[in-house]
């Protein structure tokens, strides 16, 4: 079974809207513990493949696998966040009036509500893994700050904190360190590349300093496909990516 190291598995993806190609014929596989970047000009349909892996867009027609079980196209959006695919959006969305550890908190035990979590006494392997998540996102001395007083690269830090409370095996981003300050960004890419390994990450990025800190492999879509696959290095001097991107 070639499939048992892939955490992500596309083929002949097509999604239409009014006879529009948004994806046409997209495949793509990803690997366990793989950081993979994904750019691409406006319009190449980066978003609408995350829309299609977390079931927010239906495929119409193609195969979307999500480990070697769950085929994505007949799952709904509830039935794969559970399933363990995460989505980060570019802004930030955090609970500004609670604290980080309660936005934390509340992330963990997503499925309870609001009240019943913030009443209910917190077991020790609870506080234990809201502790090490504060330390992965570098806000343990903020824990008891309001969400709503933090800078916004640390809102994007405690997003995805808030995302990892629920274990996912596969996290999709969707330019993660837009606005960003550069130490801002030199840091992220430190959380990426210690998530990578234990988590399987997609990175929808323009920035390509960043993309050169983080990524081994990087796929550029264009026109709904795959153009081109590979380092960074390679896809950057691939004819048909310079073509695209600088025009002939
Ligand atoms: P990217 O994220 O790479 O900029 P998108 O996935 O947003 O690209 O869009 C790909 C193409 O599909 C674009 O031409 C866009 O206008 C079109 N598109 C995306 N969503 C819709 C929609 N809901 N209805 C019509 N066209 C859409």
Redesign the pocket.
């Known amino acids: 079974d070639t499939s048992h190291g892939t955490v992500l598995y596309l083929e002949d993806i097509t999604v239409s809207?009014?006879g529009?190609r948004?994806l046409n014929q997209l495949s793509l596989t990803i690997d366990n513990g793989e950081l993979r970047c994904i750019i691409?000009p406006?319009?190449?349909?980066?978003?609408?493949l995350m829309d299609v892996i977390t079931g927010k867009t239906r495929a119409d027609s193609g195969t979307a696998f999500f480990g070697q079980t769950m085929d994505l196209t007949r799952m709904n959006e509830a039935e794969i966040v559970q399933s363990g695919i995460g989505r980060k959006f570019q802004k930030p969305t955090v609970f500004e009036h609670h604290s980080v550890f309660e936005n934390l908190e509340l992330a963990m035990q997503a499925d309870r509500g609001v009240w019943a979590t913030l009443f209910a006494r917190l077991d020790s392997e609870a506080r234990d893994r809201i502790a090490d998540t504060l330390q992965l996102i570098r806000l343990q001395d903020s824990a008891d700050r309001p969400a709503g007083l933090l800078s916004h690269g640390q809102k994007q830090w405690l997003e995805i904190g808030m995302l990892l409370m629920q274990r996912p095996k596969l996290l999709l981003l969707d330019e993660p360190v837009a606005g960003m300050t550069d130490e801002e960004t030199d840091r992220t890419a430190e959380l990426f590349l210690s998530l990578a390994g234990k988590h399987s990450l997609m990175v929808v990025e323009h920035d390509m300093a960043f993309v050169a800190q983080i990524a081994k492999k990087v796929t550029v879509?264009h026109e709904g496909s795959v153009l081109a696959e590979g380092s960074l290095d390679q896809v950057q001097n691939n004819e048909r990516v310079i073509e695209v991107y600088l025009g002939r």
């Open positions: 809207f009014d529009f948004a691409g406006n319009g190449a349909g980066k978003t609408t879509l």
